[in-house]
């Protein structure tokens, strides 16, 4: 227990990201925040009785990735949602027109942004990406520590190697410098006790009625009965905040670098 | 002479064998449906018996050997688009034969001690069926030698009980403009009665009843009444057009009081779902029960829980009857638990109001005038309103079960959700979903996520025992996950349910201890069931797309 409690104070620095909300990415698809705005309101008439708030809630289509199984290109996903997928729910949208579900998609690209139904078009001070990446692979923030970027860090704290293409620049900077404003499903940590009074944290990985599990230290996979345990729950997460760490000027800059990751994952 | 002796033999023997067979070609007479609650070890309808009640005499399974059950088999509806489908069709049982319908309409006939299938007949709707809410059937219903099943693409299909052959199949409504039959459809004399689902694309709802042997219709009541029909006059838009495309589905199996003569149905909700501007009125019979004459569908009464629906609160449920005194007076009342939030009591003879309680947290109504009309504390608006039931509600078409051992209801319930409801034009285009802007939902609607990672506050299920005389929670057995699972209640005091982890319960009647559960690795979206073969009990219940079957260890 000690060994796993030493290992999260070591990786506390920065498990990075992946809270909040707030749409308008679109750099890497030239959209406009209008198109997305217009997406917006069409997903949510449209889409999120089955695909829910964040894109999320459709097992093996889950929007918020920013990838889709049956399509790549963005007319490859405009005919998908107007023609349907046969013998599913995902019906035809033939009452869209083609600028209608141009809209949705750009909504769609941006969704990744997590929380969509907030937008958070604030204007945010872009610094220097190199100094940006200096700072993250510094000992000052050890960001590298929890966080890969197309590989590296562990797999308690997200990959960030296309953090760019999946956040706006507000909702970087909020990440940074207050993360638990919003953690998203997927990025929560959650803590048991055992009857002897022995406690394991963990990212939740899945929950029941009856039991939990995590992904806990040592990147092992863990699971609990809760009759086993004397308490259980979800508790913030280890990713700090850095707003008395870093000067608004460094954050902008870890901001730069950040919105310059924009490379696809295998 | 020995000839003649040969012929006499023959037709003697014919004449005595004569009774059996007569039994075996009419095997389910009226009167036998009539008296379902006579025969436990049969499930003849698809709520159990006329009164909906989903409760069984069998009481071989008790609280002292519950932790015994096995599992005796299983099958699996293989049927192509269906396995990615709800199975929600609770079974018939009739004489140690199953019959029951995978997702969309993959009927079988299966030994009910062995799981071994006599036959399978595999309808294809067709490509222009469209739903909002699945591709499902919720169950068949028989009459003599024959089982009725409702399609996806708007039939009613008549099948010969032993062949699993097609006798007829009848156009009820077209599919093109979202008319589906997800409900088991009820029988009542020589009539077969169905309702369409399809509120979400502008439907006009209808309740309608067809002759078992020809198809022929024998009346219709339209759920959304036009000129010259009572109740037209809640439809208040001065074009006169909203109540062409009011919607008014019907989803649930209707329940029966013969003595009374009335047969009693939920009605969905109107159209468009979440804007009604386009209908401003009370929008009758939408949200509704209504009670109809099953001779000629004239209404009787009828109760409106949710006047002028903005939140999609379909009254969906099941009518559940029961007799009872209440309150101190003999009654023959009517139990229904709405996806509104509210637990009623209503007199089934006179559609009169007695008891509005919630079940869940509630912030959309703040009481019941002097007439139980619900006095409306909030509306969907452009800035978005956070309403208390969720969209999907406390509770939804999942059937819940009345004990009149412990006379407890129990009401499988998504507790304390919320959406915000946002209000956006709507416009209606044949045949596509006529609804407005989706209210926001922390939890997916129809449940097919096997990943759990939401927080407590996102929603909770649970089985929840009410007490009807005044609405208060007698127990409640909570599940970390919400649950689309009908409810089952026995004479020896237990309950079944199960949820959308895919565990399946025996409970405690009485206090809603847990006594025995299993792991069906997937959703649980039907409602369980019992019956008997050779005096052994067996419960059964469908997840994923597997139907499994339960008894006392041999």
Redesign the interface.
Known sequence: MQKYLRLVLRCIPCSLLFALCSLSFAQEHSYAPSDIENGR?LY???????H??DGD???GANLSTGRFRRASADEDLIRLIREGI????M?PK??LSYGDTRAIVAFLRALPTGGA?VADNREVVIGDAARGEALFFSNQTQCSVCHGVNGGGNLLSPDLGNIGATRTSASLEDAIIDPLSEVR??Q?FYRVTDLEGNTVNGL???????SVQLLREGERLAAFLKEELESHG?IPSPMPSYLDVLSPDEVSDLVAFMISLQQEQP | MKRIIHIFVCTLGFIICLPSFAQISTQISPERLLNADQEPENWLLYGGDYDSQRHTDLDEITRENADELELKWVWQNRA??GA?QKFEATPLVVDGILYTVGAPNNVVAIDAITGRLFWIYNYVPS?EA??????VNRGLAIHGNSLFMGTIDGKLVKLDSRSGDPEWIIDIAPPEFGYALTLAPLIIDNKVIVGPAGGEYGIRGFIAAYDVDSGEELWRFNTVPGPGEPGFESWEDPEQEAWKIGGGSIWQTGSYDAELNLTYWGVGNPGPDWNGDSRPGDNLYTESVVALNPDTGEIAWHYQFTPHDEMDYDATQAAVLADMVWQGEERKVMLWANRNGVFYVLDRATGEFLLGEPFVSVNWLSGFDDNGRPIRALYPTEEGTFIMPN?QGATNWFAPSYSPVTELMYVPSWLDTFSVY?K?PVVY?PG??Y????????????G????????PEEGLGAIQAINPQNGEIVWRH????VTDSGVLSTASNLVFAG?R?G?FYALDAETGEELWRASLGGQIASGPMSYAIDGKQYVAISAGAGLFVFGLRD
């Open positions: 309101g949510q008439a449209n889409c999120l009785g089955c829910g708030n809630l459709v097992e046969p013998n599913t729910l019906i033939t009452n139904f499903r997927g929560r939740l990985l899945n929950q029941d009625t009856h979800f | 192509r688009d990615e490509l469209r739903l909002c809410c699945g591709r969209n946002t956006r285009t596509q979903q609804v407005g802007a989706f209210p926001t939902m922390a939890l997916p609607a129809l097919v996520n096997a990943v759990n990672q939401r927080l909570m599940m970390s996950n949820g982890e565990h």
